[in-house]
């Protein structure tokens, strides 16, 4: 089958840099996804590797190792709004994404 | 704002009534999706639709079926709705650049 795991939260504080994993399980995908959720709002888009290596968008970074079935979003200088949920996810066939559980940030000042 | 619209925003129900949830865009684009979204399992996709009467399932089909019969809606009805189906809904489109999609302000459907 395929799968998706995130840690369920992590903590940080203001100008911080912090790192979310996600390891993966799948017969063949296109890329990896990573979108950001605040509470009560709507999952945004962030970034996405269609090929291993890092992609830099701003203050944030995602990595995808396909050999090693992991990728990582890196959330540079981090502020208060950047609290919120992560999302990884694959980009499959028909452009469907399958979304891991997502890890929660909480920023501290 | 990919001009994506939900409707209704907010609804409570009873066990065993039907309820059609509308999701509506306005830039024509060809892949629509509906999503639920539950504490625990992030978001997971219920069926999605290629284009005018294209669709097909999603991960978690099972006592939801859709329709497409314009371009700007895509219509996720729940039969006979259960407590189970308790969730919030999000639909979404996909933009030009493929790997991205963007989401509608969601839908809370409460069922009693």
């Known amino acids: 089958g395929q799968s998706l795991e995130q840690p369920s939260e992590v903590t940080a504080v203001e100008g911080a840099i912090v790192q979310i994993n996600c390891t993966y399980q799948?017969?063949?995908?296109?890329?990896l996804s990573w979108y950001q959720q605040h509470d009560g709002g709507a999952p945004t888009f962030l970034s996405y590797?269609?090929?291993?290596g890092l992609e830099e968008t701003g203050r944030f970074s995602s990595f995808l190792s396909r050999s090693d079935s992991y990728g990582y979003l890196l959330l540079q200088e981090l502020q208060m709004k950047d609290s919120a949920s992560y999302f990884c996810?694959?980009?499959?066939?028909?452009?469907?994404?399958?979304f891991g559980t997502g890890t929660r940030l909480q920023v501290f000042p | 704002d990919a001009g994506i619209t939900q409707s209704p925003r907010h609804k409570v129900t009873e066990t065993g009534t039907p309820v059609t949830l509308r999701c509506h865009q306005t830039?024509?684009?060809?892949?629509m999706y509906w999503y639920r979204q539950d504490p625990g399992h992030g978001l997971r996709l219920i069926h999605y639709?290629?284009?005018?009467?294209?669709?097909d399932k999603g991960e978690v089909s099972d006592g939801y079926s859709v329709s497409r019969s314009k371009t700007e809606d895509f219509l996720l009805t729940l039969e006979s709705a259960t407590s189970s189906q308790t969730s919030v809904y999000f639909c979404?489109?996909?933009?030009?650049?493929?790997?991205?999609?963007?989401f509608g302000p969601g839908t809370r459907l409460l069922v009693l």
């Open positions: 639709s290629y284009g005018v009467k294209d669709t």
């Open positions: 590797n269609a090929l291993d």
């Open positions: 830039e024509n684009h060809r892949y």
């Open positions: 996810a694959f980009r499959l066939v028909a452009d469907k994404l399958i």
């Open positions: 979404a489109i996909n933009s030009g650049a493929q790997e991205t999609q963007y």
């Open positions: 799948t017969s063949g995908f296109y890329g």
